[in-house]
């Protein structure tokens, strides 16, 4: 009784101590159990033919499909290009992007120069804020057939190319695009990392002979590790997670062979088209899908680095 009684006293006053944390985990714990796990009840209407007004709760008023909506999927004329290109995308990007923030918050720890150093980081912020719209605009105009890049092409003495009908350029539209608009923003948790490391290493390594590139090797990567395997996991868990919105912004039929995606997919097909039971389908299959990367890419994280989520 009285171990008991030690240990009830041990977690009042852990929950006393960190009371302000808790308080201030407290609205981002409301809104995802509003936003993200009060509507998890509407995945049943993956297993019925559900329409706008009939109830999906009641086992007698629902016309029930089991597996109907997945099986259609997956035999339906779209799902390889859908898939293929779903998990090319997000594959480019993690190839071609991943390492971007991290170089460019390594070379950025490494300007000395206060007001450059602080102007150079704004800068690779504001493309984050930029609406996908706007974005969106100007990656159509440059690309048109009388846009800049068509005109730096002519220039050199070549032909125009209409960027935004040929399929084979959209992966390096989207890909350069999206590393641009994100790098920036992806490098604080790397900056924010390398802003603890003592001070003292540096001085150390220097008096040891050590040139700053060996500095940043040895001392401000190591520092940054953790970070870049948590956030690897985190990109390998959405490889089938490609930004919809923009590609809706940006594609067009005529681009559909590289550029149509199961987000777009959805939208056209479950959201205008009022298929929600196929889309509901589709959008759990998925994250069951990204459930199972994220959850082998935890545990290779975990057994060969010792770094995981859980």
Same mark, same amino acid.
């Given at each position: 009784?009285?171990?008991?009684?030690?240990? !009830?006293?041990?977690?009042?006053?852990?929950?006393?101590?960190?009371?302000?944390?808790?308080?201030?985990?407290?609205?981002? =714990?409301?809104?995802?159990? @509003?936003?993200?796990?009060?509507?998890?009840?509407?995945?049943?209407?993956?297993?019925?033919?559900?329409? &706008?007004?009939?109830?999906?709760?009641?086992?007698?008023? /629902? %016309?029930?499909?089991?597996?109907?909506?997945?099986? #259609? +999927?997956?035999?339906?004329?779209?799902?390889?290009?859908?898939?293929?290109?779903?998990?090319?995308?997000?594959?480019?990007? =993690? /190839?071609?992007?991943?390492?971007?923030? *991290?170089? +460019?918050?390594?070379?950025?720890?490494?300007?000395?120069?206060?007001?450059?150093?602080?102007?150079?980081?704004?800068?690779?912020?504001?493309?984050?804020?930029?609406? %996908?719209? /706007? /974005?969106?605009?100007?990656?159509?105009? +440059?690309?048109?057939?009388?846009?800049?890049?068509?005109?730096?092409?002519?220039?050199? !003495?070549?032909?125009?190319?209409?960027? %935004?009908?040929?399929?084979?350029?959209?992966?390096?539209?989207?890909?350069?695009?999206? @590393?641009?608009?994100?790098?920036?923003?992806?490098? *604080?948790?790397?900056?924010?990392?390398?802003?603890?490391?003592?001070?003292?290493?540096?001085?150390?390594?220097?008096?040891?002979?050590?040139?700053?590139?060996?500095?940043?090797?040895?001392?401000?990567? &190591?520092?940054?590790?953790?970070?870049?395997?948590?956030?690897?996991?985190?990109?390998?868990?959405?490889?089938?997670?490609? #930004?919809?919105?923009?590609?809706?912004?940006?594609?067009? &039929?005529?681009?559909?062979?590289?550029?149509?995606?199961?987000?777009?997919?959805?939208?056209?097909?479950?959201?205008?088209?009022? #298929?929600?039971?196929?889309?509901?389908?589709?959008?759990?299959?998925?994250?069951?899908?990204?459930?199972?990367?994220?959850? @082998?890419?935890?545990?290779?994280?975990?057994?060969?680095?010792?770094?995981?989520?859980?």
């Amino acid at each position: 009784m009285k171990a008991i009684s030690q240990q !009830g006293k041990r977690r009042s006053f852990h929950l006393r101590d960190n009371a302000q944390l808790y308080l201030i985990m407290l609205p981002v =714990l409301v809104h995802l159990f @509003i936003f993200s796990y009060i509507p998890m009840y509407g995945i049943v209407i993956a297993f019925q033919d559900y329409y &706008p007004g009939k109830p999906f709760l009641s086992f007698t008023d /629902v %016309n029930w499909v089991g597996l109907k909506h997945f099986i #259609n +999927f997956f035999n339906g004329p779209y799902f390889g290009r859908l898939m293929r290109n779903t998990f090319l995308l997000s594959f480019y990007y =993690l /190839v071609f992007g991943f390492w971007v923030p *991290i170089v +460019f918050s390594l070379l950025l720890n490494e300007l000395k120069h206060g007001v450059f150093k602080k102007f150079v980081q704004t800068a690779s912020y504001l493309p984050h804020f930029i609406s %996908n719209v /706007v /974005v969106a605009g100007m990656v159509l105009s +440059f690309i048109n057939v009388d846009g800049i890049i068509n005109v730096i092409i002519q220039m050199f !003495g070549g032909t125009p190319i209409a960027l %935004n009908t040929e399929p084979a350029y959209f992966p390096a539209i989207y890909t350069i695009t999206s @590393i641009w608009k994100s790098f920036g923003w992806s490098s *604080i948790l790397y900056l924010a990392a390398m802003s603890s490391v003592d001070p003292n290493l540096y001085e150390a390594a220097k008096m040891d002979g050590a040139n700053r590139f060996k500095q940043m090797l040895h001392i401000s990567l &190591p520092s940054i590790r953790p970070t870049i395997f948590i956030l690897l996991i985190f990109a390998i868990g959405s490889l089938l997670s490609a #930004n919809s919105e923009f590609i809706l912004l940006i594609y067009n &039929p005529m681009v559909y062979e590289t550029a149509d995606v199961i987000g777009t997919y959805l939208y056209r097909d479950g959201l205008l088209g009022g #298929n929600f039971s196929m889309g509901t389908a589709v959008g759990l299959f998925i994250s069951l899908i990204n459930f199972t990367l994220l959850y @082998i890419a935890n545990s290779l994280s975990h057994k060969y680095s010792d770094y995981a989520l859980w």
